[in-house]
Structures are given as C-alpha cells and as structure tokens.
C-alpha cells in the first residue's frame, strides 16, 4: 500500500514482517497507559496530520479511527517513537473509554499476582 508518510519518518521505522509497528496509547496528563493498536506507515501519517489517532484492525484488515463508531475519541497531543524505532508513543486526550470492553483502559481488569 502507498502512504503519504514523511520518508524521512517512514526510513526510520523498524516494521514487523507484516509492516505494522505497535501503537501505544497514554492519557497525556496522567500518564496512564489506555491501549495498544497497530499501524502500518498510512496509519501514522493519518495520525499525525488528522489530530485523531488511526490504526491499522488486524482482524479486519482495514482502518479505523478511534470513536468513530464509539464516540470514545483519542485526541492526539504527541507522537514519539521509542529508541529503536520499532513503537509508536501516542499521548492523547482520551474521551470516555478507550477499551473495546467499555473500560477506561484495557490494562485494569486483569492484573496479574506477582510472585516473591
């Protein structure tokens, strides 16, 4: 697939053999970790021209913009890729839930016991 991504951007990205590079979400004042999604380089462009976070469905094999259909929107405030390369840091303003369950994030409700 073609993208409008910046080639500058795109030649630094480290992709999985499928072209996608995961996707965190954080709630930009908090700091508190909402969600992880995919993109592909269209979905970063996308994100970072639209101001709304896009990524790339696995299952469906198609775009979609978060709240779309939920109404649950992701504003962006930043984007940041970590020092490899290889994932993607979005810190957004994060409207109502930002998981598929109807949790605020998709980390609360199965927290794992650590061991001593």
Known sequence: MTSNLDPAIAARLKRSPDGLVPAIAQQY?????LMLGWMDDEA???TLTTGRCTYWSRSRREYWVKGDTSGHVQHVKSVALDCDADTVLVKVDQV???CHTGARTC???DVLPLGK
Do not use: K, M
């Open 44 to 46: 970063l462009h996308r």
């Open 96 to 98: 109502g839930a930002a």
């Open 29 to 33: 004042d908090t700091g508190e970790v």
């Open 107 to 109: 980390f609360d409700d």
